[in-house]
């Protein structure tokens, strides 16, 4: 399949700078970083994904050059925008592989926020103005970056809960507490797959089958990380009418005798399908099945809901109290709620569940846009800036260092101050710290060449992230 063409994946804005750096620029130093936001610290994933489907080997090709030609002299509606030569020396002289040297932390790691995460600059001073033409693509980063960074964070949240409140050894089950319901709700495939993967890092539970592959294709995993069980969907609950559930879940029982089966339960009333349907009607068949119902109700507000659908639970199957004093369902049964959940109700719902003593154990979850589509750049303020460059054969340090006006009409200075000159992420007493490279050659940089002048010169397996996000 042809590539997308290189030349045009860079906002229109950025066609004119070879013309507006200063005369006798001839290096661009850029940096990535999460400036802040949501969480504290930012797990970086999704690097190698962009340069093996965009920018290693030939990145683009003559003909990719003739269509941006014409493309763009219609965009511009002028000829002294974009300038054709500048490309081609890159084709006749590079083969379309591109003069530029990238360096990044190892994927998987979590670095918190306000520290260097990738470097990139030119490698041949004719195309200095290659390096922030690439930030449009690369910027995009920070999506990977985010939704494993969020999907982590809900681990720590379930990770807390569960040592807190189920019982000892449950702890396994948490790998498929959080399922990754997204694929319908994002934007793209390959917003699927990117996202996917990234919740694959800290989850296994999955229904995207776009997060597995990509694993595989870009980061070689050695085999499908992303998991699920046989589940109903309403156009199946409701082909018999308000009158015809019981046998609908008569049959979902039948078909599937064995093993875990969820079934949603909200189709008319999940109050009476819990009590009479599944509490009565069915109880002795799920209590003698070899495997778990998952009952899932689909609206409602979650906390009361799921608070009254446990009552009934009980009341109906039993259940029997932990060492840590929580109540826990017979093991055929479980509970999984995906409507309504997000990072900030997943605490909330614990946190009742904590307080009417209920084992934590006792419900998995099921996040789809929440997790993969109600995220943007600024939910983590990623931002690739400028630091260094090279004017006239000297090396000059840049930033950016602006004051901004609050709603108070006050000046003050802002977040989006950039750092200066060229950077290193070190270990100082374990923690990560942006230095500059100047002064401070004694610490090892945690930043490693990944990407030089057309070749991907380090990769990491998909085993090898999820190792590096757990250490």
């Not at 970086?44 to 269509?67: C, H, I, M, P, V």
């Not at 493309?71 to 925008?81: E, I, N, P």
């Not at 003050?412 to 490279?437: M, P, Q, W, Y």
Request: net charge negative; proline share 3%; glycine share 8%.
């Amino acid at each position: 399949m042809k590539r997308e063409n290189l030349v045009l994946l860079a906002d229109a804005y950025k066609y004119a700078h070879h013309k507006l750096y200063y005369p006798g620029t001839t290096g661009i130093y850029s940096y990535l970083e999460s400036r802040g936001g949501m969480f504290d610290e930012t797990v970086f994933f999704g690097l190698q994904y962009f340069l093996k489907e965009y920018l290693a080997g030939e990145a683009f090709t003559q003909a990719d050059l003739d269509e941006a030609e014409g493309f763009l002299l219609q965009v511009f509606g002028r000829s002294d925008v974009f300038d054709k030569s500048k490309f081609q020396y890159i084709l006749d002289k590079y083969k379309g592989r591109l003069p530029v040297k990238i360096k990044a932390v190892a994927e998987g790691t979590r670095v918190p926020v306000g520290n260097v995460l990738m470097t990139i600059e030119n490698t041949d001073p004719e195309c200095y103005w290659l390096t922030n033409f690439l930030e449009t693509l690369l910027m995009q980063v920070w999506y990977p970056c985010t939704v494993s960074t969020l999907s982590n964070q809900v681990k720590k949240i379930v990770t807390g809960y569960y040592t807190e409140t189920a019982t000892d050894g449950a702890e396994a089950g948490i790998d498929f507490v959080l399922n990754d319901f997204g694929f319908r709700g994002v934007s793209s495939v390959e917003s699927a797959k990117l996202g996917g993967a990234a919740h694959l890092l800290n989850f296994n539970g999955s229904d995207n089958l776009a997060g597995s592959t990509m694993a595989i294709n870009y980061y070689d995993a050695q085999k499908v990380y992303g998991l699920s069980i046989p589940a109903t969907e309403h156009s199946i609950c409701t082909l018999l009418g308000k009158e015809g559930e019981l046998e609908v879940f008569k049959h979902v029982l039948k078909t599937f005798p064995t093993g875990i089966i969820a079934c949603v339960s909200d189709s008319y009333n999940i109050f009476r399908a819990c009590e009479e349907y599944w509490g009565e009607d069915l109880k002795e068949e799920i209590l003698k099945r070899d495997g778990t119902l998952v009952i899932r109700p689909d609206s409602g507000d979650p906390v009361m809901t799921l608070l009254e659908i446990f009552e009934i639970l009980f009341n109906k199957f039993g259940y029997t109290v932990n060492s840590k004093g929580y109540k826990v369902l017979p093991p055929q049964l479980r509970v999984i709620q995906g409507d309504g959940v997000n990072y900030e109700s997943i605490k909330i719902i614990y946190a009742a569940l904590k307080q009417a003593s209920i084992s934590a154990e006792n419900l998995v979850l099921g996040m789809g846009g929440a997790l993969l589509q109600k995220v943007d750049r600024d939910t983590q303020r990623f931002a690739l800036k400028c630091s260094s460059a090279v004017i006239n054969g000297i090396e000059v340090n840049v930033s950016k260092i602006p004051t901004e006006m609050n709603a108070n009409g006050d000046i003050t200075a802002s977040f989006k101050k950039s750092k200066s000159g060229r950077l290193k992420l070190v270990k100082i007493n374990g923690d990560f710290r942006t230095v500059t490279e100047a002064g401070n050659e004694s610490f090892a940089d945690e930043l490693h060449t990944v990407f030089e002048n057309g070749e991907i010169v380090k990769q990491l397996t998909f085993e090898e992230v999820k190792a590096n996000l757990n250490r």
